[in-house]
């Protein structure tokens, strides 16, 4: 059973408009949540994180918005690229779990035409 | 930059073989994991290792071992494999112990079919 659970699965945009991606959580122990890219044939790199005593972070055209009450965060890309085009997955840690181990939501294939 | 290498890219075995998946890191890296990626699944935990010799379950270990016999390198093994184990095997490693939200980098992964 995922412990987050990632929303759509995939989706399509156009250059130049907004991708936004869902995720959800149940466990409130978790308090470390990071997306992570992944192009094809490439492992995932850590793209964006954020903790939840924020309720934004922006890095460049990407932004995590995060809503603690609800337990749901979102990843938004701005101005979508076709470069953009990618697999991205959330994820979520427990700060207590020394050992850094992340749940990953199910994932989503963005695809930015051109 | 870190560097992840895993041994294989491709990787075609028989069911009830034998399986060994190498990792090495370049960086001097503590915590070492083993994930399988599947399609709508996104990447489960089997194992994952914070020292030399030492090793911990992830969320789906069972028909798996690892080996971690010097800290660079980190191994998965399939003692005897089947074709529900037929997957993208991702590697990866992080920092140190002491910072839970080390980023955690990722090699290229193998892709293992079992026939």
């Known amino acids: 059973q995922q412990q987050v659970k990632q929303s759509p699965q995939s989706l399509i945009v156009q250059k130049g408009g907004i991708s936004i991606i869902n995720c959800a959580y149940e466990?409130?122990?978790?308090?470390?949540f990071p997306w992570y890219q992944q192009f094809p044939g490439k492992g995932p790199a850590l793209l964006i994180a954020?903790?939840?005593?924020?309720s934004e972070k922006k890095e460049g055209r990407f932004t995590i918005s995060f809503n603690k009450s609800a337990k749901q965060f979102s990843l938004h890309i701005m101005d979508s690229q076709p470069g953009d085009s990618a697999t991205y997955f959330c994820?979520?840690?427990?700060?207590?779990?020394?050992?850094?181990?992340?749940?990953f939501g199910a994932g989503t294939q963005v695809v930015v035409t051109p | 930059d870190v560097k992840v290498t895993q041994s294989s890219r491709y990787l075609v075995k028989r069911t009830g073989e034998k399986v060994f998946l190498e990792c090495v890191q370049d960086?001097?890296?503590?915590?070492m994991f083993w994930y399988r990626q599947d399609p709508g699944l996104g990447l489960r935990l089997i194992y994952f290792?914070?020292?030399?010799?030492?090793?911990e379950k992830g969320d789906i270990p069972e028909g798996y071992s690892v080996s971690r016999e010097k800290k660079e390198r980190f191994s998965l093994i399939l003692e005897s494999a089947s074709t529900n184990q037929t997957s993208m095997y991702l590697c990866?490693?992080?920092?140190?112990?002491?910072?839970?939200?080390?980023?955690?980098?990722f090699g290229p992964g193998t892709r293992l079919t079992v026939l």
């Open positions: 960086m001097d890296h503590e915590n």
């Open positions: 466990n409130t122990a978790f308090d470390y």
């Open positions: 990866a490693s992080s920092l140190s112990l002491t910072a839970p939200t080390d980023t955690q980098y």
């Open positions: 954020i903790r939840p005593d924020v």
């Open positions: 994820a979520a840690s427990r700060g207590t779990d020394s050992w850094g181990k992340l749940q």
């Open positions: 290792s914070y020292d030399v010799k030492m090793k």
